[in-house]
Structures are given as structure tokens and as C-alpha cells.
């Protein structure tokens, strides 16, 4: 007798559910396993479900595993006057350029408001994780100058490039199919995040890249000569989310939830150079679209 591995699993399901599924599988194989493990305990619960009401209100805790699926980087600079002795004009745009937020795992809290026994208002929170950005590409003003200026952001001993703590709470109506008293609801959520973000920080040694490569010779040629420094932003911003999931009820109070979130993110990361006098040199604009996906599990809990 053979044991059926993973993979037999995943290339069954080429045959019932397509080849997006199977690869959704593969990505999330891991994380459904470790979330599942944790789910066990409350599995021992006993049954004895009841019917959703209007006016009911849920409260969820569990975690979340996030990736992003695919990322795009737009990268525009400014100088603060020409620097015709370097070879760099005053404005110029980057290609090939990316910047991504590595895999996470977090806790979440939800809480939802049922208007009917179908549609429910629902708020998504939880503990705000620390996101570490890498990044791809060869940053470098373009014409012969590219050669004396750059910085390649794929080097492993600048990344992460930075690190933040991001925030991001999601408003959402949420309908459910079935009946009111079905233990298995499949469910999905319409909705919009707004995220913001602090303790941005970037790594050490790639602030030293961008002061030693591009402010000290900024400086030096605006007749500025001296140590340079680099800040940082990021602006808040709001994106759309849509959840898709499922919700099994064990008793007349608790019950699991599993979903799957996924956001669209565009928002820009603003860096500037100044020098020793507080003098700014350069701006550099990153105009970053992200694919943001998550898989959820939760225990719930009505009242």
C-alpha cells in the first residue's frame, strides 16, 4: 500500500479545481497546517449549534499568515539643482526597481454586528505587525554616472531595507448564504482598509549606501561638504479588501472561522537627503502597488 503524499493531493485537485487552486495549495501549505494545529483545542468543544439572529455580535481571535503576491515600484527623483560636474541630471526616473514586505504571521481581532441574520457590519483589527521591506534592482542615475552611483538593492546585507510597524484596520459588510440555523455558512466580505504606519526605520547599512553613494557627493558639490543624513515617509492610504471564507458553528456560542483576505495597496515611501546644515539635496518618490493576501483563522465567539 502507498501513502498519498501532499503532491497527489495537489495533482488531484489539477483535475476537480483547476490549476490556480493547486497552486494557492502549494504557497499556503505550510501556513494552513500550522493554523490548523493551533484551531485543534477548540475543536473539542461541545455541539449543540443555534441560528444567527439580528442584533447578534461576534467577536473573533486568531492569527493571520499574509504574503504578497506580486509588487510593482515606480521610482522618480528630484535634485535640488543640476550637478553638471557628476553627470547626473536634475530629474530622472528609475527602472527596474522593486520593493516587496516579506511573509508574516500576526494576531487578529474582528468584530461583527449582525443586522439581519445574513448581512452583518464587521471591523478587522489585531496586532499591528512589523513589516520588513526587501528590495530588487540597481538604483543609479541613468547615462555614465550609473557606473559611479549605485547601489544594488538586492544586496542581502542591506535588506530588509527597512522595517514598520503597519496598521491596518478593515471596515467591511459581510453577507452570508445559507440558512440561519446551518452549522457550515460560506460567507464573503466587501470592503476598505486604511492603513498607516510607524516605528519606520531604515537598515543601517543602507542608509550608509545611500549617504556614502549619493548625499556625500551631492553635498560636496553643492559646496556643502560634510556628514548627510536621510529621511524617511510613508502617507497613510486606503485600499479596497475583499474577504471570501467560511464560518462553522459548534455551539450556541462558539464556533471557527477560516478566510482568505485580499487587498490591492498603492501608496508612496518618500526619501530625502540633507546636508550636514539641513540643506535638502534630493528627493526620491517610490510609487509602490502591492498584492496583499492573507489566510485567517479564528475562534468565535456570540453574544
Given amino acids: 500500500m502507498r501513502w498519498r503524499s501532499d ?13 490556480c487552486w493547486a497552486t ?8 494552513l497546517k500550522q493554523l ?5 483545542p477548540l475543536s473539542a468543544i461541545a455541539s449543540g449549534a443555534s441560528a444567527q439572529e439580528a442584533g447578534d455580535t461576534w467577536l473573533l481571535v486568531g492569527a493571520m499568515y499574509g504574503r504578497s503576491l506580486g509588487s510593482e515600484t515606480a521610482v522618480h527623483t528630484e535634485l535640488n539643482s543640476n550637478y553638471p560636474l557628476l553627470g547626473i541630471p536634475q530629474s530622472f526616473d528609475t527602472d527596474g526597481l522593486s520593493a516587496h514586505p516579506r511573509d508574516l504571521a500576526t494576531l487578529v481581532t474582528s468584530v461583527a454586528y449582525f443586522v439581519t441574520d445574513r448581512i452583518s457590519i464587521e471591523v478587522d483589527g489585531g496586532y499591528p505587525p ?6 530588487r534592482g540597481i538604483a543609479a542615475p541613468p547615462g555614465p554616472s550609473a557606473a559611479l552611483f ?7 546585507q542591506l535588506n530588509p531595507l527597512m522595517t514598520v510597524r503597519q496598521w491596518s484596520p478593515i471596515f467591511s459588510l459581510q453577507f452570508l448564504w445559507g440558512d440561519a440555523d446551518d452549522r457550515l455558512r460560506p460567507f464573503a466580505a466587501l470592503g476598505a482598509t486604511y492603513t498607516w504606519f510607524t516605528q519606520l526605520q531604515l537598515d543601517p547599512e543602507f542608509e550608509q549606501a545611500i549617504n556614502d553613494e549619493f ?8 559646496l556643502k561638504p560634510g556628514p548627510t543624513s536621510v529621511r524617511v515617509s510613508a502617507p497613510p492610504l486606503w485600499a479596497p479588501a475583499v474577504k471570501l471564507g467560511v464560518s462553522y458553528t459548534m455551539t450556541d456560542r462558539w464556533g ?7 487587498a490591492p495597496y498603492s501608496g508612496t515611501t518618500t526619501f530625502r537627503v540633507y546636508a550636514a546644515d539641513g540643506t535638502l539635496l534630493g528627493t526620491t518618490r517610490g510609487r509602490v502597488n502591492v498584492d496583499a493576501s492573507g489566510l485567517m483563522l479564528a475562534a468565535r465567539y456570540a453574544f
Avoid: K, Q
Fill in 7 to 19: 503532491d497527489d493531493v495537489v495533482d488531484r485537485s489539477l483535475t476537480f479545481g483547476g490549476a
Fill in 24 to 31: 494557492l495549495y502549494r504557497m499556503y501549505r505550510t501556513p
Fill in 36 to 40: 490548523a494545529l493551533m484551531a485543534l
Fill in 130 to 135: 512589523v513589516v520588513e521591506v526587501e528590495g
Fill in 150 to 156: 549605485r547601489i544594488d538593492l538586492g544586496d542581502p
Fill in 215 to 222: 548625499g556625500r557627493p551631492l553635498a560636496l558639490n553643492s
Fill in 256 to 262: 471557527l472561522l477560516a478566510a482568505a483576505v485580499y
